[in-house]
Every structure is written in C-alpha cells, then in structure tokens.
C-alpha cells in the first residue's frame, strides 16, 4: 500500500516565496528522503533525515520530521523559477530490504 | 560520467509485442531497482537487485522479468505488453544499504498503442 502521501498536491507562487510541503506516512521508518523530478527527467535526492533527527538543512531547503505524528515537511525558501518540478517524499518504510516507498508528489510551479 | 543511464529514452510498440529496456550504472553501486511512474506519478518499485541476486519482488506480472548480467547491469524484459503497461520505467542504484540514498536513470516513456 501506498506509504506516502504528501500536501500540497499542487503549489504555485511566486519567485522569492517560500514553499513548504508536507508528506504523511503510515507504518514506522529508519529514514525519510526528499526527491525532486524535473519534467521529464529522472528523480533526484534532495535530502535525507533519519528517524532520530528533527531537522536537517541543505542550502534553501529546510526538512523537519515529526514521528510521533508520522509527518515531514520540506520547506524551500527563496524559491526561484528552477525550483518548478515535482517533489516527492520516500520512506523506508522500516525494515523492508531497502526498497523505498514514494508519495504522489506535490507539483510545485514558481512563476518568475 | 552519466552514473545511471537508460536506453532507450523512449519506446513505442504495439500490443503483444516483447521488448526489453537496459540500465547501467557506473557508480559501483551493489543495488540496483526498477521503478514503474504512472501517468498520476505515482512511482511504485517493481525489482531489486543486490549484487546479482532478486531480493524484492513486488507483485508484478510475470511477463516482466529481469535479468542482471554483472552488478553494474539490470535489464528489464516485458513479454506479451498491455496498453496498461504504458507507463516511465525507471532504473535507481545505490549502495545497498536500506538507508542509502537512490540515484535514479533519467527514466525510459514505454507506450504501447
């Protein structure tokens, strides 16, 4: 079953806004990861937090991890007009032999 | 220095035709994954590899089957296609432990008319 679900599913603002975006996931995990799809290409990662962190950071992106209630946000501040692509979140989804299980993604357009 | 690459980028067939789409990775990477993206984007694994070896196997039709030929190959073999089997395949490495991040092909478009 799908592990992942993230909030947004479609954000647009303007260059200079901050975006955040949230992801929800179901059963417990050793780690969550952000990815980016631009259109047409292949996934890359952003970040990843493990279960024992609260907060990571990376240049303008900001990821919290809530546990207890089974939530992350990524939040991408200063956006520009290349950060239009699509996001998704991935949890290991505990002890599953390493596969990750991805969210639908939220699509992110920022309008220059 | 392409890490994961992916042929073909696109891959047009007809209904009941087999065709068969090649990954490789240059990064030394023991892991290797098939991923399936629908037209809602959803991305569902399909395959996993570690060092030669299936070791996940989601519920897949068994018209698809992989093949990997030495570590830094996983091919993907797709008999008798479906019009639901449209869809971007895409191919992901990494290191191999359940906490590494996944480096991903740039994914190949299957259509099936």
Not at chain 1, 39 to 55: A, D, F, K, Y
Not at chain 1, 78 to 90: E, G, I, L, V, W
Not at chain 2, 13 to 20: P, R
């Amino acid at each position: 079953s799908q592990q992942g679900e993230e909030d947004p599913q479609a954000l647009s603002i303007q260059e200079g806004e901050n975006a955040t975006m949230n992801c929800s996931y179901k059963t417990s995990i050793n780690n969550l990861q952000w990815y980016r799809q631009n259109s047409g290409r292949g996934l890359v990662h952003l970040i990843l937090i493990r279960s024992n962190e609260r907060e990571k950071h990376s240049g303008r992106l900001r990821v919290t991890l809530d546990t207890s209630k089974k939530s992350s946000s990524l939040l991408i501040t200063a956006s520009r007009a290349a950060d239009t692509a699509s996001y998704f979140c991935a949890t290991d989804g505990g002890n599953q032999g390493g596969k990750l299980i991805f969210g639908q993604g939220t699509e992110l357009s920022v309008k220059p | 220095d392409t890490a994961v690459s992916q042929t073909p980028k696109y891959l047009v067939t007809q209904m009941g035709n087999d065709k068969s789409i090649k990954c490789e990775q240059n990064l030394g990477h023991d892991t290797m994954y098939w991923y399936k993206q629908d037209s809602k984007k959803f991305l569902k694994i399909m395959f996993s590899y570690n060092n030669k070896e299936l070791i996940i196997n989601e519920t897949v039709p068994n018209r698809f089957s992989p093949k990997s030929p030495d570590k830094a190959h996983l091919n993907l073999h797709i008999n008798s296609l479906e019009l639901g089997d449209s869809a971007v395949y895409f191919c992901a490495s990494n290191p191999g432990g359940p906490t590494d991040t996944q480096y991903f092909g740039p994914g190949t478009r299957l259509t099936v008319l």
